[in-house]
């Protein structure tokens, strides 16, 4: 029966992690398995991987075929340099304590690099921490100037606010004073009572007499005048002589 070893998905969407299963080639990805030897969760920086070391050397030895991804987790792991060194071992190039003193000298530069990769990690993670913190105190700081400056203005307002408010009340008490003073009764001064004069006597005033009627004056009528006598102007008689002019009488 040809056996592979292959990741098997679990988890929720967005955050998968895998079982690294022997499953039966035939079988469905997610069906049934010979054995679980491990886990994988890609999730972490750098991955998690727990894996059985021994059980996953045993089914390489017994021809189990590593998918793509099991085999970088596997070759990470040093089960494969392990199963290459123990080949060596069975064909006599080495010695069994050689193949261990040469799979721990590896695993110990495997360790330092996770280390070192690790560290690097969280010095990256860190600066980026910090840059989001640097950028947030700015953040907050701008936030707290605007604040500060409409705290002010509000401030400046509520200043005036009061100031026209007293000024209003101080105009109030003004005009209530005015008020009181003007409603205010004033003291009526003691008027005193004036006694009433003494009638005075009347006098007896005697009856005047009708006045008797002055007798109209007999005017006489005024004759008409005569009618002036038009005096007949004599003709002059052209050279008449002087002695004529007196000799001659002037009619009436």
Known sequence: MPTKIRLQ???RKGYAFYHIVIADSRAPRDGK???????????TNPA?????????????????????????????QGVLLKKH??????????????????????????????KAE?????????????????????????????????????????AKAAAAETAIDAVEAVEEQVVIEVETPVAEAEIPAVEPEAPIAEVEIPAVEPETPVAEAEIPVAE?????????IPAVEPEASVAEEQETPVAE
């Open 9 to 11: 998905r679990h988890g």
């Open 33 to 43: 398995f010979i054995e679980r030897i491990g886990s994988y969760n890609p999730n």
């Open 48 to 76: 998690t991987i727990d894996l059985k070391f021994d059980r996953a050397l045993y089914w390489l030895q017994v021809g189990a075929q590593p998918t793509d991804t099991t085999k970088n987790i596997l070759s990470s």
């Open 85 to 114: 060194l123990l080949g060596g071992v069975k064909k006599g190039a080495f010695t069994e304590a050689e193949a261990e003193t040469k799979f721990q000298a590896w695993l110990e530069t495997k360790q330092k690099s996770v």
């Open 118 to 158: 690790v560290s690097k990690i969280g010095e990256k993670e860190r600066a980026v921490a910090k840059e989001k913190l640097d950028a947030e105190k700015a953040t907050n700081k701008a936030k707290a100037e605007v604040l500060a400056t409409k705290k002010a203005a509000l401030a400046v307002a509520a």
């Open 224 to 232: 008409p005048e005569a009618p002036i006598v038009e005096a007949e």
